[in-house]
């Protein structure tokens, strides 16, 4: 860990409990042949808002694998999940009745919006539920589980059980259901509550599971029971296989167990070491983790599409531990996914509506804590023989360099019209404004910035408006008015030194200028700086308020070149490459081979995406 690394932040509001909005309490029996999960229980849900209302709108997520038709299937990009799994799956509900015996099934409906999907589901309710009461309803359902595709489904005897049950969509506080289908770049929004969940499953499996185990394993009717309970948590998914082995560590009050292939002892050490440092470096920067538990799953050769994946206390990573230490892209995604039980689990946006508050935002944190961790930049690849290093902010400052055709921000998931412009602008982009507010306004301040909205956030279901609210209170109305056009519209910016020169007055002097040219509408004064033939530099500070800049120059040698905010304090530039000029009559010195090669290594790693 470096030193000095992390800033022990009072909390500036306190985590406020969790609503308790939806609880789901089942019995779930794994059929690991048939690749099935059947189950019974039931749902209680509390209305939160402030009008009544007459009916439900479930969530059925996993049809959205039922078939090649489905709005997932039709809207996922070329290359990213298969168009014709092996085998569908698919979550059919047998019996819905609410606590007077009512059958809720017979009226219920798919969305006539969205034909051929039925991954949300329309209940109309006997009678209209007031604000602040309660509803129960019972429930049996069977989740047939896909051959692996999109983190959930089973590959061999390997399970990852994951949208596996009917869920309750959000009632917003003016009462209107924030329901949709199932598009495949959204991912989901759900409300708190307490999970009971008892799992069944047969001898010789090893189970993980969203939150503490407080019962079993037992033998009960032929098969292994375990129960877990956990309230404050808005999902539950459950891994289970015949294989798993199991490294246990207890990192300060929350005990963490690593689920890996035989074999993989080595990457469950790594896991294990690298969160001993994440734990506490996230709850210094974002406050507590409010779980006892976490378990990681290392997903088994031939199964990586379960990896890199977030749920409530549970997540699922890479399995490519193998390789040398400084070579961290598994440390990344295992800290991003950690990073998720922040600004997924516990803030709870909406991933659907807002998906920069999610990914974006834990991109940032997540390069953050690879710079406490492992130092200046959170290199991701760091090994000597290879020259230069790659690191955390570079991979994302390349990402959001990239965007050829920007669009805003703060588009819905089902807005971007592919899984790429959704990455680089979601993922990159989004961390790469948060990085440029740090890089301006200074670490301290801006990490108590992000503090303070975390703290605000926090089991609160956050808007952009939340994030505005806290930026205008901590940092006053530029910035508020920064961020609302750096999330909110479609931008491009870039600075270029496009001229410089210099000529000999007759008093001996010389005099000259520079051009700065800025494209895009962020108004934030920068440095220019005139190094002389000599080596001495003069450092100009300019507004930087308008499209091109003319800036003087006056000076006892000639000017020999111009850069424009070489500390890099505007990481959102679209262009580094031409924010310094050699001035009239002067010429750039080639980089060295090494740099050239590190430089267009960088760009092919960039390109892979986020």
């Given amino acids: 860990m470096a030193a000095g690394a992390l800033l022990l932040l009072p909390s500036l509001a306190s985590a406020q409990s969790p609503p308790r909005v939806a609880d789901y309490t089942f019995t779930a029996t794994l059929d690991p042949v048939r690749h099935t999960v059947r189950a019974d229980g039931t749902i209680r849900w509390t209305n939160p808002s402030s009008v009544a209302v007459s009916e439900l709108w479930l969530h ?31 979550l059919a509900i047998e019996s819905l009745r609410a606590a007077d015996g009512t059958d809720l099934l017979t009226t219920a409906t798919p969305d006539p919006a969205v034909p051929e999907d039925d991954s949300q589901l329309r209940v109309a309710l006997p009678r209209a539920v007031a604000p602040g009461a309660t509803i129960e309803l019972a429930v049996r359902f ?65 189970i993980g599971a969203t939150g503490p185990r407080v019962e079993g394993p037992a033998l009960v009717d032929g098969l292994m029971e375990q129960r877990h309970v956990l309230e404050g948590i808005h999902d539950f998914a459950f891994t289970a296989w015949d294989h798993f082995r199991r490294a246990d560590r207890r990192l300060q009050r929350v005990e963490v167990h690593v689920l890996h292939s035989p074999g993989d002892e080595r990457g469950a050490a790594r896991t294990l070491d690298l969160l001993s440092g994440a734990l506490p470096a996230f709850e210094r920067r974002f406050g507590p983790y409010p779980y006892p538990v976490l378990t990681v799953v290392l997903p088994p050769p031939g199964a990586s599409a379960a990896g890199g994946m977030e749920y409530p206390t549970l997540i699922s990573t890479g399995s490519l ?38 990914e974006g935002f834990c991109e940032y944190a997540t390069a953050r804590v690879m710079e406490d961790l492992f130092g200046r930049g959170g290199p991701l690849l760091d ?45 990159s982009r989004a ?25 605000r956030a926090r089991f609160g279901h956050p808007t952009p408006e939340t994030f505005y609210a806290v930026v205008r209170e901590q940092l006053g109305p530029p910035w508020e008015a920064f961020a609302r056009t750096a999330f909110g519209t479609p931008w491009r910016y870039n600075l270029a030194v496009t ?8 008093d001996g002097r010389w005099r000259g200028y520079a051009v700065v040219d800025r494209e895009g ?52 530039e679209q262009r580094r490459l031409d924010n310094a000029r050699m001035a009239d009559g002067h010429h750039a010195t080639t980089l060295p081979l090494i740099g050239r090669v590190a430089y267009w290594v960088a760009i092919a790693l960039g390109s892979v995406g986020p």
Avoid: C
Wanted: charged content about 20%; cysteine-free.
């Fill in 60 to 90: 059925q997520y996993l049809n959205g694998f039922s078939g090649p038709r489905t709005y997932f299937m039709r809207t996922r990009s070329a290359g990213t999940w298969p168009a014709h799994p092996p085998h569908w799956g698919r």
């Fill in 142 to 206: 069977t989740a047939t589980l896909p051959e692996m595709v999109a983190r959930t489904g089973y590959h061999g005897s390997f399970h990852m059980v994951a949208q596996w049950f009917p869920k309750v969509a959000v009632l917003e506080p003016d009462g209107a259901w924030a329901h949709f289908p199932f598009h495949a770049n959204s991912e989901f929004y759900s409300d708190f509550g307490r999970y009971d969940v008892r799992i069944r499953y047969p001898r010789g499996y090893t």
């Fill in 321 to 358: 531990w193998w390789g040398p230490r400084r070579a961290r892209d598994v440390e990344y995604v295992t800290l991003h996914e950690f990073g998720h039980q922040y600004f997924y689990g516990m803030l709870a946006s909406s991933e659907h509506r807002h998906p920069f508050l999610d």
């Fill in 383 to 427: 090994l000597p023989m290879l020259g230069p290093r790659l690191d955390a902010w570079s991979w994302e400052a390349l990402g959001s360099a990239g965007i050829a055709h920007p669009l805003a921000l703060d588009l819905g998931a089902d807005q971007f019209p592919t899984w790429g412009r959704y990455g680089e602008h979601v993922y």
């Fill in 431 to 455: 961390a790469i404004v948060l990085r440029t507010m740090e890089r301006r306004l200074g670490t301290r301040l801006f990490t108590a910035t992000l503090r303070a909205y975390v703290d």
């Fill in 499 to 506: 001229g410089a020169s210099s000529a000999r007055d007759p």
């Fill in 521 to 572: 509408p962020f108004d934030l004064p920068v440095n220019v700086v005139f190094t002389d033939v000599r080596g001495s530099r003069n450092v100009v500070r300019i507004a930087n308020d308008r499209g091109m800049t003319i800036v003087p120059y006056d000076g006892t040698s000639a000017l020999r070149s111009v850069s424009v905010d070489p500390e890099d304090t505007l990481p959102l």
